[in-house]
């Protein structure tokens, strides 16, 4: 569905829809969130659930009587549901099962959409990035941004992200080969990385192999997985 379709649907402005989309907002409210995966046509199921302490007991009388922002006191966890994936006021979860199933053939180019609308969020890309049918590497032309030039590519993948590592290393030796004054690339990732077994060691050898290759090329790489995701909807 186009950006401005989105936009016209939600009936909202465009700064306001990629406020919804900033990672760094904190303001945005569930009725908001609800509402943009209305639009986009995702299934929501939503339960509340008191605090699992003990309270006064309230006659049907007294509680008829309650102030709305009552509810406000209590905690509540608001689930939006496709299989087991969801979401609540501390944490976003994606079910990456129920993505495919949802978008069967069409999973990649729907991340990429995703991927794409947080990249414009995240770097103030209010009226989108040129691109290119096919473009080379990246999905946009890249992007300038306080000096940087900047980036990006969505991997949806199916195998573990070491499987991936001389795909990704290609990935990034095309980007530098058709834009040789590029020093950023963002990897949007459905997967995290796995922490090394080594001790007194975090990086896993085919993580910081990728980060080495791409500085022998003059470029600077950055993750984004599903933990920024998560992050996105806040």
Known sequence: MPRREIIRRLG?????????????????SVDQVLALLNVLGCEVHCSVNRDKVQRRSITKQQSSSIPATHSAK???????????????????????????????GKEEKSFEYLCYLMFCSEFGQDKGIFRYKNQTGIETEPIEKDGAVIGWQAKFLETKISMKKKELKQSIEATKRKNPSITTILFYLNQEFSESRGKNKKEPAYKIEIEDYAKSKGVKVEWRVPSHLRGSSH
């Not at 909202?12 to 945005?28: E, G, V, W």
């Not at 608001?78 to 994936?85: A, P, Q």
């Open 12 to 28: 909202t402005s465009a700064s306001q829809f990629y406020r919804l989309l900033d990672q760094t907002n904190y303001k945005k």
């Open 74 to 104: 209590q905690k509540k966890e608001l689930i939006i549901e496709n299989g087991k994936g969801e979401m609540t006021t501390d944490h976003h979860e994606i079910n990456w099962n129920n993505f495919k199933a949802k978008f069967n």
